[in-house]
């Protein structure tokens, strides 16, 4: 155990990546180190200068500290995927250490020329996600999709694969888990050229459900997922047979991804920006015939640079594993192998050796 205090200056949460982190982490490092929490300390004291290291949240392109507290070394955490704003430079100058939630994600910070960089990738819990036995029920094969439903992580292309699929296979079928309690980034959907973007109903259910029917989806072949806790998820993943990940960018290496591998769940998955850290040809079926998306803001400078999935890939994919049983049992085996190193546990010990 080490004696020096560590200062997690990190939100907490049971839904979002951040707050999983930040619980998590709490509970790893307990074990091993003197640790202070000044996420529940009152808020004016937040400006302290303390003893030992501050572990910050860093919020996305700014590099901006989530909580202004100093220690005696700094570092920071970052997940992003637009284009650093330029403060992000000076805001960087302030810290020892930057590390980020994926390769990509590093590899941009030195793109900026920021050189005080390194990578910190999340885990999962193995307690909560772990290889599931092969569902018994063979009548209906079930797609699972998750993430915030937003253009970013792609769902779009989900959806018109599944809506292309589903007539073609009658017993194939998808669960959903995109409830997104942020208004704007639901709007982004509007940018894809493969669904029509609509806002109707009260309930995210009335409101899936008539995006359902706008697209040419039948909804009674889609359940919706409320917003559940990550403990309940993997019951969710137990009565599907394939993830289906063709997100256009995460800064990190995708939570949901991993925690759906580590059930010993097979993956279509982009193979881009932060997935590349976590799938391999080896345990996912790989989506690589993509092409440079530029997203521009309302000036027309461009705001991000992503990846765009083909979704004639998406529905070749998606129709190889259907058909691929074998393969997918394999694939599934080398997924759970590979999460077994992927660990909160192992994230805090890598952490730990930033601190010294």
Same mark, same amino acid.
């Given at each position: 155990?080490?004696?020096?205090i560590?200062?997690l200056?990190l939100?907490?949460g049971?839904?979002y990546?951040?707050?999983l982190?930040?619980?998590?982490?709490?509970k790893?490092l307990?074990?091993?180190s003197?640790?202070?929490?000044?996420?529940i300390w009152p808020t004016?004291?937040w400006n302290k200068?303390?003893e030992?290291?501050?572990f910050?949240a860093?919020?996305?392109?700014?590099?901006q500290?989530?909580? !202004?507290?100093?220690g005696?070394?700094?570092?920071?955490?970052?997940f992003?995927?637009?284009?650093?704003?330029?403060g992000?430079?000076?805001n960087?100058a302030?810290?020892d250490?930057?590390l980020?939630g994926?390769s990509?994600?590093r590899d941009?910070?030195l793109?900026?020329g920021?050189?005080?960089a390194?990578?910190l990738?999340q885990?999962?819990d193995?307690?909560?996600f772990y290889p599931?036995?092969?569902?018994?029920?063979e009548?209906?094969?079930?797609l699972?999709?998750g993430?915030k439903?937003?253009?970013?992580k792609?769902?779009?292309l989900v959806?018109?694969?599944?809506?292309i699929?589903?007539?073609?296979?009658?017993?194939?079928?998808l669960?959903?888990?995109?409830?997104?309690?942020?208004i704007d980034s639901m709007r982004?959907m509007?940018?894809?050229p493969?669904v029509h973007?609509?806002e109707?109903?009260?309930t995210w259910v009335?409101?899936m459900h008539?995006?359902?029917?706008?697209n040419g989806?039948?909804?009674q072949k889609?359940?919706t997922?409320?917003l559940l806790?990550?403990?309940?998820?993997r019951a969710i993943?137990?009565k599907?047979?394939?993830?289906?990940f063709?997100n256009?960018?995460?800064g990190?290496?995708?939570?949901v991804l991993?925690?759906?591998?580590?059930c010993?769940k !097979?993956?279509v998955?982009?193979?881009?920006?932060g997935?590349?850290?976590?799938?391999?040809?080896?345990?996912?079926f790989?989506l690589?015939s993509?092409?440079?998306?530029?997203?521009k803001?309302s000036?027309?400078?461009?705001?991000?640079?992503?990846?765009d999935p083909?979704?004639?890939?998406v529905?070749?994919?998606?129709?190889?594993a259907?058909h691929q049983k074998?393969?997918?049992?394999?694939?599934?085996?080398?997924a759970? #192998?590979?999460?077994?190193?992927?660990t909160?546990?192992?994230?805090? #010990?890598r952490?730990?050796r930033?601190t010294?």
């Amino acid at each position: 155990m080490t004696s020096k205090i560590i200062h997690l200056a990190l939100p907490t949460g049971t839904n979002y990546g951040w707050g999983l982190c930040g619980a998590y982490l709490r509970k790893e490092l307990s074990k091993v180190s003197c640790l202070s929490d000044p996420s529940i300390w009152p808020t004016a004291d937040w400006n302290k200068k303390v003893e030992g290291t501050c572990f910050h949240a860093l919020e996305g392109a700014n590099l901006q500290q989530w909580m !202004p507290l100093r220690g005696e070394k700094n570092l920071g955490y970052v997940f992003f995927e637009n284009e650093l704003h330029e403060g992000a430079v000076a805001n960087a100058a302030q810290l020892d250490l930057i590390l980020a939630g994926s390769s990509w994600c590093r590899d941009r910070l030195l793109e900026k020329g920021i050189l005080n960089a390194d990578i910190l990738i999340q885990g999962i819990d193995p307690e909560i996600f772990y290889p599931l036995a092969p569902k018994s029920e063979e009548k209906e094969f079930v797609l699972f999709s998750g993430g915030k439903f937003e253009y970013r992580k792609g769902q779009d292309l989900v959806l018109a694969a599944f809506r292309i699929l589903s007539q073609k296979y009658p017993n194939m079928r998808l669960i959903n888990s995109w409830e997104n309690q942020w208004i704007d980034s639901m709007r982004t959907m509007s940018l894809s050229p493969h669904v029509h973007y609509i806002e109707m109903g009260d309930t995210w259910v009335e409101k899936m459900h008539s995006f359902y029917i706008r697209n040419g989806v039948d909804p009674q072949k889609v359940h919706t997922c409320p917003l559940l806790p990550n403990r309940k998820m993997r019951a969710i993943y137990g009565k599907t047979d394939l993830g289906i990940f063709p997100n256009r960018c995460e800064g990190g290496t995708n939570l949901v991804l991993m925690e759906y591998m580590a059930c010993g769940k !097979p993956v279509v998955a982009s193979f881009s920006s932060g997935h590349q850290d976590i799938v391999t040809e080896q345990n996912a079926f790989l989506l690589k015939s993509m092409k440079a998306l530029e997203i521009k803001d309302s000036t027309g400078k461009i705001s991000a640079r992503w990846d765009d999935p083909s979704l004639d890939e998406v529905i070749a994919q998606i129709e190889f594993a259907y058909h691929q049983k074998e393969k997918r049992l394999q694939v599934s085996r080398n997924a759970a #192998e590979s999460l077994k190193t992927w660990t909160w546990s192992s994230m805090a #010990e890598r952490l730990l050796r930033f601190t010294i």
